[in-house]
């Protein structure tokens, strides 16, 4: 019968054996827990449990720690059969207050600075919808990460998995990507083909896209309905345009996929949209020079009805320049509607307490800022 005793409120209960030949296990002995023993057990749990819930934090907050095939140019996970999310493609997105994003990558889920993005796009513009589109499939652990739930209570806020094949049906591209094909070309650069899918989306449903390092700081209620943003004198961007669904927009946007159609080169990164949508609006507003483009102020010039916004509007600061988002400094951006972070010449880098970038974060995203802290950017 065990000796029963009471220990800083606790009762412990122990009783030890030897084995007897004979008669197998006979109790030798009954006694309290000592102190000593008790702390030593106690002290193993309390650290099992820490770290435990350490890990489960980290992966909580780093979403990204589990890959398909981490930024490797590989398009093979876009065929993935997992739809862990609604299908896009069975969605009609009509209304015309429709925010995208694109997650081309194999990587299945997003880092701070693209949680950011979303939930900056979504605080800024609430009465917009704002659609992140998954090409390759997020992983279960990022849809059970506290960074998708917190995202996701957003009312305006919605996550998609894009069917790639059957998401080309259809349209002047429909034949660049039958899935034999991309089982063949597994070296396609995603970047390249990012380019096509991101005009690709405007062409089925209108709106605007924006990429996935671009903070949003003001409504785009006030911006018309299509509208380009240079980067510098001569470049123009394509982090972050708009697009009509019908009319003008309409009709750049076809002659973008169409061009597509005839000059896509999935193995060349100088083969992008930016030099796609250079031709198209050149075409299309019959400028045969660059020295046409030249912008006095932030919507002086304009091709119909498109509207070619100043670099101060989307790119204030030059991918020479980016970083100065990693520097203390003041925000003062007053024509600025959107951060474009430069994020590819950048990547895990965190943001500084006081940087420009941090400064961003904690105004436009606060929830994402507040989750990440000291590793919000990497």
Known sequence: MGVEIRYESLIYK????????????????????????????????????????????????????????????????????????PIANNFSFSSLKQIFFHDVSCKSGLNSREACAVESAATNNPNWDINVFFLGPPS????????YKLLKKKSNIHFYRVDIVDFVKDTPIENLLPSEIMHINKNWCLESLAGMIKYLALYKYGGIYLDLDVITVKSFDTLPANWVAKQDSEVYGNAAFALSRNGFGRTVAENIIRDFSQNFNPFTWAELSTDVLKRVLQQICNKSSDRMWQLVNIYNQSCTELSVLDPVVFYPIHFNKRMHYFESGTVKFAKTYGHHLWSSLSIGMEAPEKSILAQLAERSCPTTFELFKDSFGS
Request: aromatic share 12%; proline share 2%.
């Open 14 to 85: 122990t009783k030890l054996f030897h084995l007897n030949n004979n008669s197998g296990y006979t109790a030798i002995m009954s006694s309290a827990a000592t102190p000593k023993f008790v702390h030593k057990q106690l002290l193993y749990i309390i650290i099992v449990v820490a770290l435990t819930a350490n890990i489960f934090l980290i992966l909580q907050k780093r979403p990204t720690l589990i890959f398909y095939n981490a930024y490797k140019d590989d398009v093979e996970c876009h065929l993935q059969k997992s739809f862990n999310l």
């Open 140 to 147: 279960d652990l990022f849809l059970e990460s506290t960074v």
